[in-house]
């Protein structure tokens, strides 16, 4: 599958919010991209790959199993000291240090809000009960 195809693929299962906020571009880049008008970037290569790989594994299944497959692109990673979303807005050049505070507690509480906010921007499956 071609860079810009599976780039189409990953717009429509992870949602343009979370490619752009992870890939730490814009939407008209990430249109051009996925629409094979405008080349994408060396450095982009290998996290489109990442989450490309990860998704696969839950294509046509149940939503409950598409999530699980999913969870990889927002897990923490021990030698980044941050999630696998977080760690690659940051190695593509995006702003990923959260507020700091003079509070231990609320420190803590605010680099937890940061590496889980990616996990937010991934569209939720509607309940097959009901939306």
Do not use: C, K
């Amino acid at each position: 599958m071609s860079i810009d195809a599976t780039l189409a693929l990953l717009r429509r299962e992870l949602g343009a919010p979370f490619l752009t906020y992870v890939l730490n571009i814009g939407d008209y880049e990430l249109a051009a991209f996925a629409g094979g008008m405008t080349p994408v970037p060396d450095a982009h290569h290998r996290p489109i790959g990442t989450m490309s790989a990860l998704i696969v594994h839950g294509l046509g299944e149940h939503h409950a199993v598409r999530r699980f497959a999913f969870e990889g692109l927002v897990q923490h990673v021990a030698t980044e000291s941050t999630s696998w979303a977080t760690a690659t807005r940051r190695a593509l050049g995006g702003d990923v240090d959260p507020a700091r505070s003079d509070e231990p507690l609320e420190d803590v509480l605010l680099t937890l809000v940061r590496d889980l906010y990616p996990a937010f921007l991934i569209p939720q499956p509607l309940d097959e009960w009901g939306p």
